[in-house]
């Protein structure tokens, strides 16, 4: 048999005494742990954490707006901590990537606009008909032949018009008469009214053409001189109203009617209407009308006054 061991109370002291110091070593050294901790840092299980009451007002409202306390035991550990840099890191990231795509987007409105501005003045300058030589100042209209461009004035016709009853304002702004389609036509340079035309029971209004006048009253053309008279007697003939020896005295006052007219007047009354007018002096009108008549009796000329009886042509 082995021999029983023998309890000595010197042994036991010396094992409580152990006990006793391993205590004290452990109590020290959570000191230790203790003291290199700052305020509001607390060591649990091995994890370090930060108290959320310890923090200022601002950064405590930030993390419950943030909700950075997931497990809401009032303090931030390790993970919380770690998700919370990782949050800001990922936010900074796209904030930087947005501030990328503002700028692109401000580079291509700018682009934008200068090209919306170019091609409004490369199609300004397409649709123009015109173009304008620097060298000479002189425009001219698109096309294959460079013609210069021209300009004319705008005319108003009516077919409705009286001479006789225009006001004199209608009368300046007077600039062409055209007869039956265009067939004549007269530029007026000028006109004369007459001066008892207030009081005279058939007003005339003479108008001055190049070369010559044409005289108008309530029921047309009166009378002509000068070139004036040559073309209405080679347009309507010579005798185109019998009655008063007037030109486009009516309507059927028409092209075959005159032709007809200065025919027979011409083959066998010209010569006896011209003695018996001459002979006779039954021409009315005034005097510078009567002696217009003369004048052109006897240079054999077509006469073109107002009496009531046909007047010869030499």
Known sequence: MSPTPTT?????????????????????ASR?????????????????????????????????????????DGALDEEEIVMAVSNLANKTKDNAGLKKLVWALCAFSVLLIACVFGASIAAARLSKDTQVDPSNGIMYAKGGKHEVLKTEDVIVYSNTANIVAMSNNELNQLKVISL????????????ARSVSMDTDTDPQVKLLVEGGTITYDNAGIASATGDAQELLEFAYGVNTNTTDRRFLASASASASASASASASASASASASASASASASGTTTGSGAQEEEAEEEEESGRTCCNRSKTICGCG
């Not at 039956?180 to 006109?191: H, L, W």
């Open 180 to 191: 039956t389609g265009g067939n004549v036509k007269f530029q007026i340079k000028g006109y």
């Open 8 to 28: 000595n109370e010197n042994d036991v002291d010396i094992e409580q005494d152990s006990l006793s110091s391993l205590q004290s070593v452990t109590k020290s």
């Open 32 to 72: 230790n742990d203790s003291a290199t901790t700052f305020t509001g840092q607390s060591s649990k299980m091995g994890k370090m954490e930060i108290r959320v009451s310890s923090l200022p007002h601002a950064l405590r409202q930030s993390v419950a707006t943030l909700k950075l306390d997931l497990d809401g």
